[in-house]
């Protein structure tokens, strides 16, 4: 009977349990899923983060490579991330050139990257206006079950704190610029920005970490990304949808709660990999 009814009205079914404060999975409204993170998981990347968040998973490798510097920033190096939503993680997606939603989510990255100043990019210049580091990020989705963006951008932010380059040495006989075979360095994280997303019903009811079924019933999806000290980076809400200045700043406090209980999942991770 429960089924039939939730099949016939998905939406009157989810507005049962939420009448209770709860969700049919079990979890409070603002109850997140378990995340799982594993770094240091690919071989052959620089480095490289695994985030399973409830049924979500994603995978984030980065990869670097010498370059000349943009004309417009001469003394810096850049980032370019590509985000990947093969036919395997969901079956709204079909094989072929990339969906515009991976273009989408491939754009909110690299804002993200941007807005939060993740990495100084001038400590990626090896030699101004001749030589810098670019760094790939690819992210794969693995398995979507709602909440994609928030998992991205954990993984991509454990990955490049996971991420070793060569130091860059001068050849006493050439004078030309080599790497070094033994001699690492590791990314100097400016900020460690945190995203939250929330699931708006009803103009004021939130619920934190959607599912994908979520998602799609509710008005819409409002995503708080939050820096250090608890500086707003960025606040992204769904157009044409009233939101209310009391949803916006319980969405600003559930994001630093979360950013808190992140921030100790890496801490916790990179010491278990570094022992």
């Known amino acids: 009977m429960a089924t039939d009814f939730k099949t016939a009205q998905p939406l009157e079914y989810y507005k049962e349990f939420l009448k209770e404060n709860i969700r049919p999975d079990g979890r409070g409204l603002n109850e997140f899923r378990k995340t799982f993170l594993n770094i240091d998981s690919i071989n052959t990347a620089d480095g490289s983060a695994l985030i399973r968040l409830g049924e979500t998973m994603v995978v984030c490798g980065i990869k670097s490579?010498?370059?000349?510097?943009?004309?417009?920033?001469?003394?810096?190096?850049?980032?370019?991330?590509?985000?990947?939503?093969?036919?395997l993680c969901s079956s709204e997606y079909?094989?072929?050139?990339?969906?515009?939603?991976?273009?989408?989510?491939?754009?909110?990255?690299?804002?993200?990257?941007?807005?939060?100043?993740?990495?100084?990019?001038?400590?990626?210049?090896?030699?101004?206006?001749?030589?810098?580091?670019?760094?790939?990020?690819?992210?794969?989705?693995?398995?979507?079950?709602?909440?994609?963006?928030?998992?991205?951008?954990?993984?991509l932010l454990a990955a490049l704190i996971n991420t070793k380059l060569p130091v860059m040495k001068v050849n006493d006989e050439t004078g030309e610029i080599v790497a070094s075979d033994k001699d690492t360095f590791t990314l100097n994280i400016v900020n460690k920005a945190v995203s939250t997303s929330l699931a708006l019903f009803n103009e004021s009811l939130?619920?934190?970490?959607?599912?994908?079924?979520?998602?799609?019933?509710?008005?819409?999806?409002?995503?708080?990304?939050?820096?250090?000290?608890?500086?707003?980076?960025?606040l992204y809400k769904p157009g044409g949808v009233a939101v209310k200045d009391e949803t916006l700043r319980s969405c600003i406090q559930a994001s630093i709660n979360r950013y808190e209980e992140v921030n100790n999942l890496?801490?916790?991770v990179t010491e278990t990999v570094d022992r």
Do not use: R
Not at 65 to 87: C, M, Q, R, S, W
Not at 207 to 218: A, F, G, I
């Open 94 to 155: 079909l094989p072929g050139p990339p969906s515009d939603k991976s273009q989408v989510l491939s754009q909110q990255v690299l804002e993200y990257f941007s807005n939060s100043q993740l990495l100084n990019l001038d400590e990626l210049c090896v030699q101004t206006k001749k030589l810098c580091w670019v760094l790939y990020a690819d992210i794969v989705c693995i398995s979507h079950d709602g909440n994609l963006l928030d998992a991205i951008l954990i993984a």
């Open 266 to 268: 890496l801490a916790k």
């Open 206 to 234: 939130l619920l934190v970490d959607p599912t994908h079924e979520e998602e799609d019933l509710s008005n819409g999806v409002i995503t708080v990304v939050m820096g250090a000290n608890q500086k707003l980076v960025s």
């Open 65 to 87: 490579e010498l370059a000349e510097p943009t004309l417009e920033d001469p003394n810096k190096g850049y980032f370019i991330p590509n985000v990947d939503l093969p036919p």
